[in-house]
Antibody, heavy 121, light 110 residues
């Protein structure tokens, strides 16, 4: 059974770059037709899709974040990474890693528990 | 403000049925049958409950069902149980390879 675990600094200063890692266990990140996604949830608000990367390396990003986001995969470490630059306090949120499975599911079928990132000086 | 609109809270007594709505636009919910629903307990990972508007993953109780009409999708939970008390989120594919989510609905079992 595939499991995802997010990790990274819990505190980031405003204007700096947020960097998180999602470690995949129970399966290989580069196998199968999966997209590895990042989703976040600020306190008291809904979920927001940040972006995703396919096993081929192609990416899709939320248009509102596209200029500041980079998602990458390191197959040797079985990890997916998120980098979000120039963060502000409003981006304090729980960040989730999720696997998106294509046809016929076409949904986020495996999630990590999430990691809280606070943006504050 | 979330891209998809859900009621902030719903409640029901054990054994009853409840429905959670998820309203989008003609660019997401109304245009595609890629609506999914997620259950999340506090501090836990979200769990896929419904995909493709109305399909249930293996292991999900048949008390959970989904539907869609126009720009609004719905999740219905029948025979409400105490263990159903959780937060529920809807999601939909939107044009140009993006995904949107709802603000979430807190279900209280009275």
């Amino acid at each position: 059974q595939v499991q995802l675990q997010e990790s990274g600094p819990g505190l980031v200063k405003p204007s700096q770059t947020l960097s998180l890692t999602c470690t995949v266990s129970g399966g290989f990140i580069s196998s199968g037709s999966y997209y590895w996604s990042w989703i976040r949830q600020p306190a008291g608000k809904g979920l927001e899709w940040i972006g995703r990367i396919y096993t081929s390396g192609s990416t899709d990003y939320n248009p509102s974040l596209k200029s500041r986001v980079t998602i990458s995969v390191d197959s040797s470490k079985n990890q997916c990474s998120l980098k979000l630059s120039s963060v502000t306090a409003a981006e304090t949120a729980v960040y989730y890693c999720a696997r998106y499975t294509g046809y016929p599911t076409d949904a986020f079928d495996v999630w990590g528990q999430g990691t809280l990132v606070t943006v504050s000086s | 403000q979330s891209a998809l609109t859900q009621p902030a809270s719903v409640s029901g007594s054990p054994g009853q049925s409840i429905t959670i709505s998820c309203t989008g636009t003609s660019s997401d919910v109304g245009a595609y049958n890629y609506v999914s629903w997620y259950q999340r307990y506090p501090g836990k990972a979200p769990k896929l409950m419904i995909y493709g508007v109305s399909k249930r993953p293996s292991g999900v109780s048949n008390r959970f069902s989904g539907s869609k009409s126009g720009n609004t999708a719905s999740l219905t939970i029948s025979g409400l149980q105490a263990e159903d008390e959780a937060d529920y989120y809807c999601s939909s594919y939107r044009i140009s390879n993006t995904w949107v989510f709802g603000g979430g609905t807190k279900l209280t079992v009275l």
